[in-house]
């Protein structure tokens, strides 16, 4: 039975079944239609499909364990006691002299400024080089699977790791530094919301070591001017203060503070404050060194 044919039989009309009975054929030139004045055939329509959209895939093994070596190489590079091993390089332990700290401050009162700003420099660059890093790893290659909130943490738990592997190298029995210079180096390389931040606290240590010549007040200062700048960038963002933003928003690469750069800068503090705990103390004592002073001379 060809196309447009249907056979009658009772009182309807049946498609599709082989009952003897009269062929009805229903095209156009058996209903008397001009095949001229036809309509032109409709053209199906096609829709796209209801569910259009899939999520980003997961990670997948492979990048799970680069984030991993990336993590654990911030531990490992942040861990190289660098002050510890320029004074043995010089036939000293610095543990047995000042502070007993392995940091830039104890090696400049120990051995003086040259090993003092060679210790700083490089265990800046300890802190430095795993931050930068993951910036351009995350920005490259995880971020396309990770949304903007996992990829801050993910990145600033790279610059925790270095300050972390400073404070607790394995090397020395888990006892280092106080992390400031590990911790600024990490912090310049988080851009742009830490690099600031670094800045200012950078400037606001520098003018309390000039003020009161005791690093470790100027130092926890610092860290405090740092979490209150990341606040205020996180404050300007929520509420749009434009005369703070829009400045901002014009530098390569911005992204805006949010709760997890807050909640970072606001533990990194907490965590300073706590390693100068005793510095603190002597400060309040009135026996804490100052720059430029011996073991014999006080405050």
């Given at each position: 039975m060809g196309q447009g044919e249907y056979r009658r039989f009772g009182r309807g009309i049946e498609s599709g079944r082989l009952i003897g009975c009269q062929t009805l054929r229903l095209d156009d030139e058996s209903l008397g239609i001009d095949p001229r004045l036809a309509p032109a055939p409709r053209h199906r329509i096609t829709h796209?499909?209801?569910?259009?959209?899939?999520?980003?895939?997961?990670?997948?093994?492979v990048t799970t364990l680069v984030l991993i070596g990336l993590l654990l190489f911030a531990f490992l590079c942040g861990s190289i006691p660098f002050g510890y091993l320029i004074a043995r390089s010089q036939g000293v332990n610095i543990r047995a002299h000042g502070s007993g700290n392995i940091g830039a401050t104890n090696v400049w009162r120990v051995m003086g400024k040259k090993w003092g700003l060679l210790c700083f420099v490089l265990d800046f660059f300890k802190g430095l080089v795993p931050s930068v890093l993951a910036g351009v790893m995350l920005d490259r290659g995880a971020a396309s699977v990770l949304n903007t909130d996992w990829s801050t943490a993910l990145w600033l738990s790279v610059a925790v790791l270095a300050v972390l592997g400073h404070m607790y190298t394995p090397w020395l029995g888990f006892k280092g530094g106080k992390g400031v210079a590990t911790g600024f180096g990490a912090l310049v390389g988080v851009f742009p919301v830490f690099t600031f931040a670094a800045i200012a606290a950078l400037l606001a240590w520098a003018i309390a070591v000039k003020l009161w010549k005791m690093v470790g007040l100027a130092s926890v200062l610092a860290a405090i001017v740092m979490a209150v700048v990341v606040v205020g960038l996180h404050l300007a963002t929520r509420f749009n203060v434009q005369a703070i933003t829009l400045p901002l928003e014009?530098?390569?690469?911005?992204?805006?503070?949010?709760l997890v750069h807050v909640g970072f800068a606001v533990g990194l503090a907490a965590l300073v404050t706590y390693k100068h705990r005793a510095n603190l103390a002597r400060t309040l004592a009135g026996t804490e060194l100052k720059v430029g002073q011996n073991a014999g001379q006080r405050a």
């Open positions: 796209p499909p209801r569910h259009s959209y899939s999520p980003p895939p997961l990670p997948c093994p014009g530098l390569p690469g911005y992204a805006p503070a949010t």
